[in-house]
């Protein structure tokens, strides 16, 4: 299984980034893929899910309205757009996948690197 985070990177608060999930291998019963991010000294939170489906998503109440997760079905890429960043949204981002539909980091058994995304004031 792989899971291969990017698109990160500096933008300016009110800026807009796309993160991208490409995934390979994972198992046929994967339910959703979520998006969580942690800053430093923080615990890991959760961003947002979306079902292997692509139908249903699930947002933090921290970034809904700003954040929207899609999947490339022919891909089998995940992606996170996130528009008017904000400071607070300064973190490393990960992607994950579950057998579940859950905000729990402990419900996501495939998880990838990371990548960084800064917003600057």
């Known amino acids: 299984v792989q899971l291969q985070a990017s698109g990160g990177g500096l933008v300016q608060a009110g800026g807009s980034l796309r993160l991208s999930c490409a995934t390979s291998g994972l198992p046929r019963s994967t339910y959703a893929m979520g998006w969580f991010r942690q800053a430093p000294g923080k615990a890991r939170e959760f961003v947002g899910a979306?079902?292997?489906?692509?139908?249903?998503?699930n947002y933090a109440d921290s970034v809904k309205g700003r954040f929207t997760a899609s999947r490339a079905n022919d891909k089998n890429v995940v992606y996170l757009q996130m528009n008017m960043l904000k400071p607070e949204d300064t973190a490393v981002y990960y992607c994950a996948s579950s057998l579940r539909w859950s905000d729990s980091p402990h419900e996501y058994d495939f998880w990838g690197q990371g990548t960084l995304v800064t917003v600057s004031s």
């Open positions: 979306i079902t292997w489906s692509g139908v249903s998503t």
